[in-house]
């Protein structure tokens, strides 16, 4: 069994006994939404566990069906809370698109700060690569039902991975905004754009195989709770 999905077997039977009794399934896609340019994405979470330590996270996130942007990926991933405002989670991420696939071992912090700006702090790691994930998302609240909603992703990576076109460096910058409605207290649709750029490497990669390495997209969708 490789080291990672033996460590998440092992952190989940050891906090099973924290949450058999209370458990309950939940479920978010913060994001299903269309993009211009023909591009179909969703991002969400399962939820199996209590409100303390929701203990098995199952994440799904997509980019279809454009070769040159596309992505498709999982994690499971056992979480447990630090405090009011943090969360740890640890547990395994497979890269199913694109070719080649892709393991990974996950350990990331999830939480917010003092003024309710949503933070993310993942490192994964596959053979001798490690990749760092910073994100950021505010909520501004426009009007009780509106509000406009932020976000900023920033990738590094220790190797360059040519097969996946990925560089050493700072990779990825990513930039959006949305500005949504809620109809209900589970649908919530939205408007927004999007944007995304390469940096070093990963730029140099990119224009070697004639892929862009930025892009500017509108986008469409709503969140689903359940």
Known sequence: ??????????????????WADSAQFSGEFDQLEARSQGLLLWDGELFFGNASNRALVLKTAAELPNRLLGSHELQLLVQTALNNRWQVRAGVRMDTYPD??????????????????????????????????????HVFQLKPRLELIPKAEVVFNSHDDVATSVGAGLSTLELGARLRYHYTAAVKPYVGINWITSYGNSRDLLNAEGARAQNFTLRAGFSWAF
């Open 1 to 18: 069994m490789k080291p990672s999905l033996l460590f998440t077997s092992c952190l989940i039977a050891s906090m099973s006994h924290a």
């Open 100 to 137: 080649p696939t892709r393991s990974w071992g996950v350990v990331s912090f999830t939480g917010e700060n003092a003024l309710g700006t949503a933070l993310e702090i993942t490192g994964f790691a596959h053979g001798e690569n490690q990749s760092l994930l910073l994100g950021a998302e």
